[in-house]
């Protein structure tokens, strides 16, 4: 399978066009990295891609079909602050099996301590929190993963731990990656190619 952006134009107003014919592929079986400036349109055209945004020209297509948004999306995104994605008023469990129910197995492989499931979202840290939402992203329906810079505030340690394991779960699943990061060294591991962003996007 094939994930594609195809031309995406873009600007949030009339004062500023953040993306300009930018076109990538992102293959089921392979792990591409974005690495770009600041503010350039990364996370733009990443929520483009996953569906979060409607009013772009272009296309974004699985195998030359349009993706139907009324059902499960199959483009997943996964962001840099975990916190924000999650009901601060809902317990570890139910944020975690909102869209489906991983299993124990998977649990043990991103290191989910059953004692962090009974607490609330602000008494989980950072790095254990982006466990939960990446999990969470990993619903069986799942074809690709977005995931924007989803180790940036982790400590070296957990940063491993958290891409092996999501390497290892896409990898025997056949998910792509598009993995955004600022971290050059990161994605020299973890990446099958890497596209640097002002190379694709044409403004
Ligand atoms: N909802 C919005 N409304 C208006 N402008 C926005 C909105 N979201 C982002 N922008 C602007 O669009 C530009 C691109 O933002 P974007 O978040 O895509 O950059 P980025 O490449 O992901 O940057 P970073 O590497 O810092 O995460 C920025 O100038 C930003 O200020
Ligand atoms: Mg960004």
Redesign the pocket.
């Known amino acids: 399978m094939n994930l594609k952006a195809e031309n995406i134009t873009f600007a949030?107003?009339k004062k500023r066009q953040?993306l300009k014919d930018v076109s990538l592929t992102l293959p089921s079986d392979k792990i591409i990295g974005l690495i770009?400036?600041?503010?350039?349109?990364?996370?733009?055209l990443c929520k483009i891609m996953a569906g979060f945004i409607s009013h772009y020209s272009g296309n974004v297509t699985i195998d030359g079909n349009k993706i139907p948004d009324k059902d499960y999306y199959p483009v997943q995104l996964i962001f840099q602050h975990p916190e924000k994605t999650m009901n601060p008023k809902w317990k570890m469990e139910k944020v975690l099996n909102e869209s489906w129910t991983p299993t124990q197995d998977l649990k043990d492989t991103f290191g989910l301590k059953d004692n962090w499931l009974t607490r609330w979202p602000s008494e989980l840290s950072g790095g254990e929190l982006q466990r939960f939402s990446i999990l969470r992203a990993l619903n069986p329906k799942t074809k690709f993963i977005i995931a924007d810079?989803i180790s940036t505030m982790l400590d070296a340690v957990t940063q491993v731990q958290i891409w092996e394991a999501l390497i290892k779960h896409c990898r025997a699943n056949n998910i792509g990656i598009l993995a955004v990061s600022?971290d050059p060294e990161l994605l020299e591991v973890v990446c099958d190619d890497i596209l640097y962003?002002k190379d694709i996007n044409k403004l």
């Open positions: 949030y107003n953040i770009g400036d600041s503010g350039s349109g990364k996370s733009t810079e600022h962003f």
